[in-house]
């Protein structure tokens, strides 16, 4: 067990490599500093000292992979890609281009983006599978088939329609949320219901579908056939075996996400006006903060390979049959 | 003058791969059988339906004439303008532009302004809108205007209807590959859109049956024109994504050992990146691009199909891998089967081994996963939209417009129908999309036969 974790951290690591090498071809090579700093001050009336100025100021003035002018190892270190890329190895974000500590900001605005995104979660895989179950427990009615096609609908509609509808019908006209906003400690209450609420409801489609096939597959197995043949009640096959045998994918699905609940929902929050990480990166895109949104990318793909690693090894937690060498 | 921007070209590939596919399926009966399955459906057949009628629109929206102004002399002037053919269809939508916001089937503006009448006295009244609903003399006959119009146009589209049916029975036989059931699903659905048309068309000249935006422009030409942005986006992001999903998953799968651990490598280390960000910074780094070089994107037009292309290019870069990691599964499965051995024993060649036996075997997944993304891609283009980093702001796109009505929805009295008819439009769309995928894909799936 453990010299299976060791080796599948090791294989995050030429992961984490390409990842930083891909940003920062994307975000140095593909184009310079000299033309980021150009788009930053204003396109076209833009002197060379304004832009040496900016670049000094936030340290884009060396060279990108080979620093000629210094000595020995400095010639690796005193580059843009060392001191800029190599850093986010041990989460040395940096300054962002408007001048903050990334890192601060990020411990900073990662509770909001919990407070939200943790209840969602519980509270949507808890209707999904309610739902999930009552339509199989109807399989073959006419319940069923009315079931399916409200789910296509749900699926079909934009994410914004939710967020724009609840925010008008809810917030304004019913006024019993705020529209957006958020406050700090207990107050939050009344500020994440209704985007919770929205998460709920914008994921019931295509949730209830995915549950209900896992039920589906489950339900299909003999020992399923057999406890109906002994006589067992619908009830008691789909709660007692059904339902608990379908808890591994379930988990499993649920615990590869769990890391990246950390970046929050861009659309979300930025809708709500929540300050959490999701609108932190919509800002930084919208503002063109390379530095932040570099460091982003970064983040999110160490939590996703995080999330990657805990389902295998969750799988032998909960499941006695699989062994990882 | 016929043009061709590069976006046309994608909706072009969609047919032409459409007409390819049921002219591949018709004679093998391996690929018959499940798609007359799905014609067998009516759910099918009604959104193949509904689909086929989005497409024929995005395909006149594609055909662009270039042809000179006229000037309102009467003479011809210098600059040239370029216009689709779905544009010179709706020349009446297109150029009854008022001078803001109106509601749907408004005769009056929506807000007061001050005006001064003939007799030189100035009041604070609603402004009389320049097209919607001019020709009434007495504003108070509008319901009876208009429900008169309405049926009218359903009256036209009947006979047009039954037309249709007149000319089907008498030129060909309706049972040449669909039993009549689906023929008849088809043609039942038809009825409701060529009504659908009729009514809007009978309307359309006279009202601004959705009203109008900001500029004054009709919100129904907005929103039709927008059909054009959803289907490219669909379209073109499948042939970017497919030909990289098929040759990558086929090989991991077959080759084995480095090539599949170089392969898996890619796809883990793409797939790692949040979509978003990487389509954020790609398309920030675009916009730097395009900045710095002015002089390569003369026109408004070709700037936004660039960015579009580009658009389509990196969802495609970014979506490529849940295909890959499928076919490499499922390619570990077959080439182990006693055929393939078989085959392999036999002496053919590890080229013909995958396109012969391999690749027929692994296009079910193929069909499944295009039509599946499909209704993603176009709500994915709204969100992506709303951030700034979808497609050009001056591309008619269901996302721009939900984009500019978030700030309407302030406003009082609430400007409700841009957003309505984005959200009509897309949801239409994205449904027939959806349940047609559902279809396919239980039609497809091996194990459900």
């Known amino acids: 067990m453990i010299n299976y974790i060791i080796r599948r951290l090791l294989y995050v690591l030429p992961v984490l490599v390409g990842v930083n090498i891909l940003t920062f071809v994307l975000f140095f090579v593909v184009n310079t500093p000299d033309d980021m700093a150009r788009m930053q001050l204003g396109d076209k009336h833009v002197t060379q000292a304004a832009v040496d100025n900016w670049k000094q100021q936030r340290g884009y003035d060396l060279p990108l992979l080979w620093n000629e002018q210094e000595k020995g190892l400095q010639q690796l270190s005193k580059t843009i890609f060392f001191e800029k890329s190599v850093g986010l190895f041990v989460f040395d974000l940096g300054v962002s281009d408007s001048g903050r500590d990334i890192v601060a900001d990020i411990s900073q605005r ?62 304004k006209l019913l006024a019993l949320t705020p529209i957006s906003g958020y406050a700090p400690g207990m107050d939050a209450f009344k500020f994440i219901l209704l985007p ?17 096939t896992l039920f589906l597959e489950e339900a299909a197995k003999d020992y399923v056939r057999t406890a109906k043949a002994k006589g067992l009640s619908e009830i008691e096959v789909l709660f007692k075996h059904v339902l608990k045998n379908a808890m591994i994918p379930i988990l499993t699905g649920i615990v590869v996400i769990l890391p990246l609940l950390f970046m929050g929902s861009l659309i979300t929050e930025s809708f709500f006006g929540i300050p959490g990480l999701g609108s932190y990166t919509i800002d930084a895109i919208s503002s063109q903060d390379f530095a932040i949104v570099r460091s982003m990318v970064f ?6 390979i995080i999330g990657l690693l805990m389902t295998d090894i969750s799988y032998t937690l909960v499941d006695p049959r699989v062994r990882l060498d | 003058m016929l043009t061709l921007l590069w976006t046309d070209m994608a909706v072009f590939a969609l047919i ?90 408004a005769h009056q503006a929506y807000a007061k302004e001050m005006s001064v009448d003939s007799a030189g006295v100035t009041r604070w009244i609603y ?36 037309g249709l049916i007149l ?27 060529i009504c659908l048309v009729a009514v809007l068309a009978a309307l359309g000249p006279y009202y601004h049956v959705l009203g109008t935006d900001k500029v004054g422009e009709d919100v129904l030409y907005q929103a039709i024109k927008s059909i054009r942005t959803g289907l490219v986006i669909g379209a073109l992001t499948t042939i970017v994504m497919l030909p990289i999903a098929i040759v990558l998953g086929l090989m991991a799968g077959f080759f084995r050992g480095w090539v599949d651990d170089v392969i898996q490598y890619l796809y883990t280390t793409l797939s790692s990146i949040p979509g978003v960000l990487l389509i954020a910074a790609a398309i920030l780094m675009a916009q730097v691009y395009m900045a710095n070089n002015p002089e390569l994107f003369t026109t408004v037009e070709d700037r936004a199909d660039m960015r579009l292309l580009l658009l389509c290019m990196i969802l495609g870069i970014t979506s490529w891998t849940g295909l890959c990691r499928l076919l490499r599964a499922e390619t570990l499965k077959i080439r182990e089967m006693d055929y393939v051995v078989a085959a392999r024993a036999l002496g053919v060649g590890r080229f013909q081994l995958l396109k012969r036996h391999v690749l027929p075997n692994v296009m079910h997944l193929v069909m499944i996963t295009i039509v599946l993304d499909f209704s993603g891609l176009v709500l994915a283009e709204a969100v992506l939209s709303y951030i700034n980093i979808g497609v050009d702001p001056s591309t008619y796109s ?41 279809v396919v894909r239980d039609a497809f799936d091996p194990r459900a036969n």
Not at chain 1, 119 to 145: C, D, H
Not at chain 2, 129 to 155: C, E, F, M, R
Request: hydrophobic share 50%.
């Open chain 1, 110 to 171: 990662m509770w909001p983006s919990l407070a939200i995104a943790i209840p969602s979660l519980i509270f949507g895989v808890l209707v999904n599978i309610t739902f999930a179950l009552l339509l199989i427990f109807y399989r073959g009615s006419i319940l069923e088939f009315g079931g399916l096609f409200l789910c296509i609908a749900l699926m079909s509609i934009s994410g914004l329609f939710y967020i724009i509808a609840g925010q008008y019908f809810v917030g």
């Open chain 1, 196 to 212: 919770v609420l929205i998460g709920v409801v914008g994921g019931l489609g295509s949730g209830v579908r995915w549950y209900r």
């Open chain 1, 299 to 304: 983040l999110g793909s160490f939590l996703y």
């Open chain 2, 16 to 105: 032409i791969a459409g007409l390819f596919v049921v002219w591949h399926s018709r004679k093998k009966e391996h690929l018959r059988r499940p798609w007359l399955k799905v014609f067998n459906n009516s759910i099918g057949v009604i959104s193949l339906t509904i689909l086929l009628m989005f497409l024929l629109i995005g395909a006149l929206d594609s055909i662009r004439l270039e042809h000179h102004k006229k000037l309102p002399s009467g003479e011809l002037s210098e600059h040239t303008e370029t216009l689709s053919v779905l544009d010179i269809i709706l020349t009446p939508l297109r150029s009854h532009v008022e001078k803001t916001y109106s509601k749907p089937f």
């Open chain 2, 127 to 162: 402004p009389p809108l320049v097209y919607g609903g001019a020709h009434l003399t007495n504003p108070s006959d509008k319901q009876k205007d208009i429900a008169v119009k309405a049926l009218q146009g359903l009256g036209i589209g009947v006979l047009a209807w039954f």
């Open chain 2, 167 to 193: 000319t089907l029975k008498l030129f060909c036989k309706l049972s040449f590959v669909v039993n009549s059931k689906g023929i008849s699903n088809c043609l039942l659905t038809l009825l409701v859109i």
């Open chain 2, 398 to 438: 269901w996302g721009n417009m939900i984009n500019t009505s978030r700030l309407e929805m302030a406003r009082e009295p609430i400007v409700w129908w841009s957003l309505t008819a984005a959200f009509i439009f897309m949801f239409t769309l994205v449904l027939a999309a959806n349940l047609f995928a559902d």
